[in-house]
C-alpha cells in the first residue's frame, strides 16, 4: 500500500489532526527519504515502516483505517 500526504495530514494527533510540516520535513531528512515523492505519489509503507519509527507505524496504521 502507497503512504501519502494526505495520511500524514488526517492522522488523528492528540486534539489536533495531521503531523506538522516541519516534523514532516524533519522526519523525512533522518532518515534520508523522498519528501517530494511522498507528496506526488507516495511511498510503500515498507520503506515508511523500514525506519522503525513508532510514528511511522502509526502512519501506516491510519493509512489502513482509512482504506
Not at 10 to 20: A, D, E, Q, S, V
Request: charged fraction near 25%; charge should be positive; glycine fraction near 8%.
Amino acid at each position: 500500500m502507497l503512504i501519502n500526504i494526505q495520511h500524514a495530514r488526517t492522522i488523528p494527533n492528540g486534539k489536533r489532526f495531521g503531523y506538522c510540516s516541519y516534523g514532516i520535513k524533519r522526519f523525512f531528512k533522518l532518515h534520508n527519504l523522498d519528501l517530494r515523492k511522498f507528496i506526488k505519489t507516495g511511498l510503500s509503507e515498507e520503506e515508511i515502516l523500514a525506519t522503525g519509527d513508532i510514528m511511522a507505524t502509526k502512519l501506516v496504521e491510519w493509512a489502513h483505517v482509512r482504506r
